[in-house]
């Protein structure tokens, strides 16, 4: 009952996106770019892929991209993961991307098969998109990523709970003398400027100190004038 | 307030500023350096008259050198290393009556002093350099000249000052190869090939005046047929197709004689196929030797008929011809080597023209099998005055090593030129001495009884007094016995050797693996070579554009009674399977059941590594992945150990030709293991190529989790074991590119975790190029660049964080880590030219790490980490101090406090390796190129040892007078309080 719902809203959604992207198309030189997202549930080696949705990339530059999957998971796919997490085996995708060449080039991934079952088909998807809008790589995390052996119903087992994340190639660091030589410059202003405050005459600047000793030199005077008094007294009085 | 905070900033500053520098007295105690000169490609003995001959010996060879070699004993008189590349490479060393001219980089004729190796003229070609240039000179009666062939013109050369005397035009520069440049008594030769059609001869006098131009036909001439000179006029092809031999003499060249040397009457297996250019020696003399096999040769003499097979030689493996001038006669001496058994060779001399031997000339020269065969010999010949002949040989090997002989069969000296093509070294810890073995043994065992712990004790303790008085009557007796020592190479030179772990570890194996296909073991101490092998068939994997060889050590000496165990991993000449070659690292002996040779795997080997867990037998194992995603293991028996740790064994490989790395697992089917892919990353070939994978090292050890900010809150850092650096080189396209002038290069780096295939982190640099050299080690990776928008050398360093809080502490798992940690970055400017980085390594990571830079001057640079530290604050703040971090200036430091090679400049520096010492301070550093150069450093200063300038004996008499002082004060005090007591 509640499938069609969703699956109406979601169409209705992308309807949507598509035509906010249509919008926004002049400013996004890498414009909008649809990825489809393959997984297989079978052990391995050499998996049988299916098709599990489709990736929208609407921004690159702003990280905006959501997942939309074809439909609820089917019995056979809930099957397939609840054996394959018996069998302690992994979950793999893979984004087919237009090769060069004739064949097909994949970007792949995996994750223990425990780890999408536990979380209840909550997962976050990377994709790594290099610096012209190539993607490079995709990576998935559940979410909670650890495993714990719990036992999760089926019902909560019907759709996918994804979240698309991108990981642009950033600039990478240059020396940054700009800041360096604006921090010098200021050092040397407020040096300047410290200079400059102490324009006062010698005694205005140091009169703190020349006092006490005008002091110091005249008390000592005086009591050299008395000693020399009382000296010449006792003399005399002798 | 600020002042106050710029003089705290400074004083930090000040103490991370360490004085590294040795004092004059400590030069060469703890380092040494050797130098090397490479594969030999030409080699002249000087002959300076009045003097004596061959004093010296005059070498240009594969590594862009020429160099002056003292025959006595070896040593480099003077050496020059020319730049790196075509540019540089010595195309021909010439030397005659003692002048010595060399062609570099086709287009850049030098003389040089033959004594002091000074430069006395060069002369520069015009125009392109594409095609090859060569020169002849000639002897001073004639006039002292030096004609230069280039690609479009023949230039005679003044030898007195390199001045242009005339030029001569080619013609038909665009089809013809201008090759070879010959002159007889009068005239120059100059001959000209195209290819599959004729060859054309033309003659000219000293003056540039051409006399004639001649064509003959050569339709069998190939761009691969190789030819050469010989006896000054002729030209000798070798048509490889239908093993015919071609000689066209210069003089007179009407055609090309064809001679096969089946019809002469020699037979051989295969058509000739070693190199020519090494094969044909002798140039003075009327004959020549041709080598036909690697241990066949032939002495032909170019006649007008055609060639004459003078003598043909199978079994030996080098030869050469010698003209002995006495008094008024001269007569040629054939000198052949020949190998008789594994470790000897025998030099036979026989006179030429009537093809006896001289059994005076007969010996045996010592040859061990690990320099392979001989591929050349040179020498001198002389006649005593009491009529003996004597001479002195150089044998150039098969594995690059320069050695010369005396007639008394002796090797006087040997150069392993093989160690100037190092690839991959590794340090291995000698062996605890016997006693000290017991000792482990005594503490190491956990069951014991009392009883039984103390007969033990009571045997060490019995065992250890009689070793003691075995030493003390060895010394009494004047001349000491190792039990543990090994085969000395050099008896009179070098010193026995003690192969036993010192107290602090500071002397180990160093464990080198060359691309010559020879493997050395060498004394961290001396520099001296304990043990080597050759192995014909070894040659480095090619990959991401450098030649690469794998040395592990699959076990060390800590687990008696197992020997330690190495191998090398390399490719086969041939089959290009994967070659292997096991061996104790301590000794060199081979593993059992190892032939000497290695063994060649039944696979191609796209990736190997070794397995960090042991077996049984304390081995570790290494894995292979082949081109059919098999999975193999050395040895094969480890094969039942992989099965457990299978769930969490991941391969990844990395592949520069399609841009792609992938991930893969490895299952088990049928008793076989074969990898699974299950992940991949795209790195877009079109744009980029990977030109390096950097992973971390694997024995490093981090002492510290996290660091301490200055809120005394923790930054844990980001420590995923399972991380490589990716950087990938690229030319940027497209409309941006256009509008700037030139080629716009970048550099990405990918911080990749190999288990899951994730992306970490990725940066772009524009406007940069490489060399890129990459140090990656704990959390931080720190990478070096040239910018070409700035044109200055950059570094850029990285710290990956997990935050304020740590996700799994006790082990880390890709699955569960946090995906994308906290990366801080920043730039600086580093004012000299870098060829490589590595930090330093120590026993438990406790001490700093400096990182070391090779300079592109021959300096080795240490700079504390903390120079580069991403979090270095751009202005001081009271937090910033508290942590200890510098202030940012945007330039590196360099001051010549840390340059830890003082003056012993190192040539082209290939790599650096660090290995940790048993001191947790130091840090053993061996840097090899050309040359190589061994040290130790500690980054944090000798923190945990006393210095050798510690006053013992002033702190020992202070304590003994405290002791004598507090004890008489005592007595004084005691007989004060009777005394008192008793008023």
Not at chain 1, 59 to 85: C, D, Q
Not at chain 1, 183 to 190: I, S, V, Y
Not at chain 2, 342 to 361: A, S, Y
Not at chain 2, 691 to 720: A, C, F, M
Request: overall charge negative; proline content about 4%; some cysteine.
């Amino acid at each position: 009952m509640a499938a069609p719902m969703i699956q109406m809203m979601m169409l209705l959604f992308i309807g949507f996106m598509y035509l906010s992207t249509v919008m926004t198309y002049e400013d996004e030189y890498e414009g909008l770019r649809t990825l489809t997202l393959e997984h297989a549930l079978d052990r391995g080696p050499n998996p049988e892929y299916t098709k599990r949705g489709s990736i929208l990339i609407k921004s690159v530059k702003k990280n905006k991209a959501h997942f939309s999957s074809i439909g609820p998971v089917t019995f056979e796919e809930k099957r397939a993961l609840r054996r394959l997490v018996e069998e302690n085996g992994i979950y793999r995708i893979r984004v087919p991307l237009k090769g060069t060449g004739e064949k097909e080039d994949y970007v792949s991934t995996f994750i223990p098969a425990c780890s999408v079952y536990e979380s209840a088909l909550s997962d976050q998807l990377i994709v790594s998109v290099d610096q012209s809008g190539e993607v490079i790589g995709i990576s998935i995390m559940g979410n909670p990523s650890h495993c714990s052996g719990l036992d999760v119903p089926d019902s909560n087992l019907t759709n996918w709970n994804t979240m698309v994340e991108i990981s642009q190639t950033i600039q990478g660091p240059v020396p940054d003398t700009q800041t360096y030589i604006e921090r010098m410059k200021r050092e040397e202003q407020a040096k300047a400027q410290g200079q400059q405050g102490d324009n006062r005459s010698f005694i205005a600047k140091y009169w703190m100190y020349i006092v006490p000793f005008v002091i110091i030199v005249f008390l000592m005077q005086s009591m050299d004038q008395q000693g020399g008094q009382e000296g010449a007294g006792g003399g005399g009085g002798r | 307030m600020a002042a106050r905070d710029f003089v705290r900033g400074f004083l930090i500053f000040a103490r991370l500023c360490f004085v590294l520098s040795l004092y004059e007295d400590q030069i060469g105690k703890f380092d040494w350096r050797q130098q090397y000169v490479g594969k030999v490609e030409n080699l002249y003995w000087e002959q300076s008259p009045g003097l004596g001959m061959g004093k010296k010996i005059f070498v240009s060879t594969e590594k862009n050198v020429l160099a002056a070699i003292n025959t006595h004993n070896a040593s480099i008189a003077w050496r020059k290393v020319f730049e790196e590349g075509a540019r540089g490479k010595v195309d021909q060393l010439l030397y005659n009556d003692d002048a010595l001219v060399t062609v570099i980089g086709g287009r850049r004729i030098i003389r040089w002093d033959s004594t002091s190796g000074n430069l006395i003229w060069e002369f520069f070609l015009p125009g392109n350099t594409d095609k090859p240039t060569t020169a002849t000179l000639t002897d001073k009666t004639r006039g002292g000249q030096v004609f230069v062939l280039s690609s479009e013109g023949l230039y005679g050369l003044s030898m007195s000052d390199g001045s242009q005397k005339w030029r001569v035009p080619l013609s038909d520069i665009a089809t013809m190869n201008y090759q070879y440049v010959l002159q007889s008594e009068e005239t120059v030769y100059v001959i000209g090939i195209h290819f599959g059609s004729h060859v054309s001869v033309m003659a000219t006098d000293f003056e540039g005046t051409v006399i004639s131009t001649k064509m003959v036909t050569a339709a069998w001439i190939r761009e691969n047929t190789k030819c050469d000179i010989v006896k000054h006029t002729n030209l000798l092809c070798y048509d490889q197709e239908t093993d015919v031999f071609y000689l066209l003499k210069a003089t007179r060249p009407d055609k090309f004689i064809p001679t096969s040397l089946q019809d002469q009457g020699v037979t051989r297996d295969s058509p000739v196929t070693t190199d020519w250019r090494s094969s044909v020696t002798s140039l003075g003399t009327d004959s020549v030797v041709v080598r036909l096999d690697a241990d066949h040769l032939a002495v032909l003499q170019p006649t007008d008929h055609g060639l004459l097979l003078k003598k043909d030689l199978p079994k030996f493996s080098a030869g050469l011809i010698i003209r002995l001038d006495d008094k008024d006669t001269h007569r040629d001496v054939l000198l052949a080597v020949q190998k008789v058994n594994p470790e000897e060779l025998m030099l036979k001399g026989f006179e030429l023209d009537t093809g006896k031997e001289i059994p005076d000339l007969n010996q045996n020269i010592n040859f061990p099998c690990s320099h392979g065969l001989p591929v050349e010999l040179t020498g001198i010949l002389a006649r005593k005055k009491d009529g003996q002949l004597v001479y002195k040989v150089i044998i150039l090997s098969q594995d690059y090593s320069i050695q010369l002989i005396h007639k008394s069969g002796n090797v006087a000296w040997k150069r392993e030129e093989a160690l100037a093509y190092t690839l991959t070294v590794e340090m291995v810890d000698l062996p605890v001495s016997e006693n000290q073995a017991k000792f482990e043994d005594e503490f190491g065992s956990q069951e014991d009884n009392i009883l039984t712990m103390f007969t033990k004790r009571l045997k060490t303790q019995i065992s250890q007094l009689k070793t003691f008085f075995e030493w003390k009557i060895q010394q009494l007796q004047g001349h000491r016995h190792h039990p543990l020592t090994l085969k000395k190479i050099d008896e009179d030179e070098e010193e026995e050797e003690e192969l036993l772990r010192d107290e602090f570890n500071l002397h180990k194996m160093i464990v080198i693996a060359t691309a010559a296909g020879k493997v050395f073991g060498m004394s961290s101490r001396t520099g001296h070579i304990l043990w080597q092998h050759y192995l014909p068939d070894l040659s480095p994997f090619r990959s991401l554009g450098k030649d690469k060889l794998l040395l592990y050590i699959q076990r060390g000496t800590s687990h008696f009674p197992h020997p330690p165990q190495g191998v090398v991993i390399g490719r086969n000449k041939i089959s290009g399977h994967g070659h292997l070659f096991a061996f104790n690292p301590i000794t060199g002996q081979l593993v059992k059941d190892m032939p000497s040779g290695g063994v060649t795997l039944k696979y191609i080997v796209k990736q190997a590594f070794l397995l960090g867990e042991i077996d049984e037998q304390f081995l570790k194992g290494v894995v292979f992945l082949d081109d059919q995603d098999q999975v193999h293991t050395y040895p094969e028996s480890i094969q039942e150990h992989l099965k457990n740790v299978l769930s969490s064994l991941y391969i990844y490989t990395c592949d520069d030709e399609t841009g792609l790395m992938k991930g893969y697992t490895v299952f088990r089917r049928e008793n076989k293991l074969y990898a699974d892919q299950v992940w991949s990353i795209n790195l877009q070939k079109k744009q980029q190529t990977i030109t390096q994978v950097i992973p971390k090292r694997t024995n490093e050890h981090v002492h510290s989790q996290g660091r301490v900010l200055g809120d005394r809150t923790v930054l844990y850092k980001y420590l995923n074991p399972n991380v490589v650096v990716v950087i990938t080189e690229g030319e940027e396209t497209g409309s941006q590119a256009q509008t700037q002038k030139g080629p716009m290069n970048f550099f990405n780096l990918y911080v990749i975790d190999t288990v899951i295939g994730h992306v970490i982190f990725h940066a772009n640099h524009r406007r940069t190029k490489g060399p890129i050299s990459v140090v990656h080690s704990e959390n931080w990776i720190v990478y070096s660049y040239y910018s070409d928008k700035q044109r200055r050398y950059e570094m850029a360093s990285l710290e990956m964080y997990e935050g304020n809080e740590q996700s799994n502490a006790t082990a880390f798992s890709s699955f569960v880590a946090p995906k994308q940690p906290f990366v801080m970055s920043l730039a600086f400017i580093f004012p000299l030219p870098i060829s490589t980085m590595t930090t330093t390594i120590t026993e438990k990571g406790i001490t700093n790490k400096d990182v070391i830079i090779a300079l592109k001057t021959g300096a080795l640079f240490t700079l504390p980490k903390a120079f580069l530290d991403p979090r270095r604050p751009p202005t001081p703040t009271q937090e910033t101090m508290e942590e200890g971090t510098i202030p940012y200036s945007p330039d590196l430091p360099v001051n010549t406090e840390g340059i830890i090679n003082y003056n012993q400049t190192l040539s082209n520096i290939q790599g650096i390796y660090t290995a940790p010492a048993g001191l947790e301070s130091t840090s053993l550093v061996l840097a090899y190129g050309l040359d190589i150069f061994h040290t130790r450093v500690e980054p944090s200063k000798m923190f945990d040892v006393l210095k050798e300038d510690f006053e013992h004996w002033i702190i020992a008499s202070v304590l003994a007078i405290m002791f004598l002082l507090s004890f008489v004060t005592q007595k004084l005090a005691a007989r004060k309080a009777l005394n008192r007591a008793w008023k």
